[in-house]
């Protein structure tokens, strides 16, 4: 007796149906086939157990188990479920009718209860796509898989529950995703909060800036001066992320493993701090089956490179495409992935080995050559997809110590969505291009223009100040986020004075 289960494989961050044909002969044997990895092959041991701890019937025959497209690889646990329900179906056990209608898939203990999978958002999506009229998943999948409108998703507990569904024993209830909900959820609680912060005026406002237009930002400091609390509170002020970006997100997360026995939908922005010890392949993704890296998982979110100069130059270096292009490509003999990519970078460093500023009084510092070659470690090219340089001195004990309440990330907040729904308005028509720093040199034309007194005090800035070309572009799009800030449709010469002074690194004789 032959019988088909429809199950599912995903290759990056999207979902490729895989068909489960199981025939039943007679004669003895259990044969796999269609490339399964360990973990597919073990599964029979896993089946039977469960299967007879739930008073079922494992078929003494010949049994011969098919996984279409046979040419793709098939690898984890998620097909347990799969290949138990074709085998109960194949051997008359259940009632088959509905296997043409639902996708089956999760893992099964050897009790027959039902272990969470990972990469249910895409797999789901793929399957209403294909005409399916729901999914069958383990409870604790359920939620998000219901993220898809108008498709059955039934979240069960066991083996005995999914038999029970099939053969019409037990009337069970789809879980629906509620939009509603969402909306009023979606002002997130934040564990860290700039009223914490005390002084750093002129860092808030610089991280303020970028929030706004998503820039990328270097804050350059001694050790114990803020850098790092500043950075673990940006996502604090970041616009809420929309349904479709939280989908977004939730599914390469999903990809990933990391939604797993959780919520389902992702609703805070994300916020990576990888070690500098990193790996390139860790950082960006990869392996023998890519999965996504560090920069993926940023996606929508934050990634922090906390001291920079001590990350490896190939590491830094593998950022330089996925920076420009908000998505990154990994290549392999048989296939390739896209994973997107779209993160604001913050980093942060030392002005110098020693920890300090070349000019302060401490007797121990760095000479101007250990400086420049410190500095170095970071490329010229990696500099130049970051908008913002602003140093971060310590803050003076007067202000530490005073009781006056910093500003609350929440007042912040809306005035960075204030500006990202100027800037929503401003590129509506404009094709991958959503805020200021996604500009190119066409748009810059196009939305920074600049009268003649605007254009000389930029001008006499660039040749006093020794700025170099790289830095025109970068003070056009921040000066352009300034302007949104202060809800001016036109660059004026204030804007463009401020932006100037979130260049450090570009001056000649910054050392």
Sequence with gaps: MLEKVFAASFLGVDATIITIEVNIDSGIGYHLVGLPDNAVKESN???HAALKNNQLHF??????????????RKEGTAYDLSLAIGILAASKQIDSSKLKEFMIMGELSLDGSLQAIKGVLPIAIEAKKQGFKGIILPLNNAKEAALIDDFEVYGLKDLSEVIDFLNHHKDFTPLVFDTQKYLSEIENKFSFDFMDVKGQESVKRALEIAASGGHNILLIGP???????????????????????????TKIHSVAGNTKNKEGLILERPFRAPHHTVSDVALVGGGQYPQPGEISLAHNGVLFLDELPEFKRSVLEVMRQPLEDREVTISRAKFTITYPSSFMLIASMNPSPSGDFINNDNKIQ?????????????????LDRIDLH???????????????????????????????????????????????????????????RLDIDTKNLLK?????????ARAYDRILKVSRTIADLDNAEQIQSQHIAEAIQYRSLDREHWV
């Design 59 to 72: 078929p003494g025959k010949k049994i011969t188990i098919n996984m279409a497209p046979a040419d793709m």
């Design 45 to 47: 041991f896993r089946i």
């Design 223 to 249: 050790p114990g001066s803020g850098k790092t609390m500043l950075a673990k509170r940006l996502p604090s002020i970041l616009p809420s992320m929309s349904l479709h970006e939280a989908i977004e997100t």
């Design 366 to 382: 760095s000479s101007s050559l250990e400086v420049k070659k410190y500095l170095n470690k970071v490329s010229g090219p990696l």
């Design 460 to 468: 006499k800035a660039m040749e006093s100040l020794n700025l170099s």
């Design 390 to 448: 602003i140093e971060v001195n310590p803050v003076p004990f007067e202000k530490l110590s005073n009781d006056i309440p910093a500003e609350k990330s929440k007042v912040i907040k809306k005035r960075v969505q204030q500006a990202r729904n100027m800037q929503t308005e401003r590129y509506e028509h404009q094709m991958n291009i959503h805020y200021n720093a996604q500009m190119d040199v066409k748009h810059i034309k196009k939305y920074c």
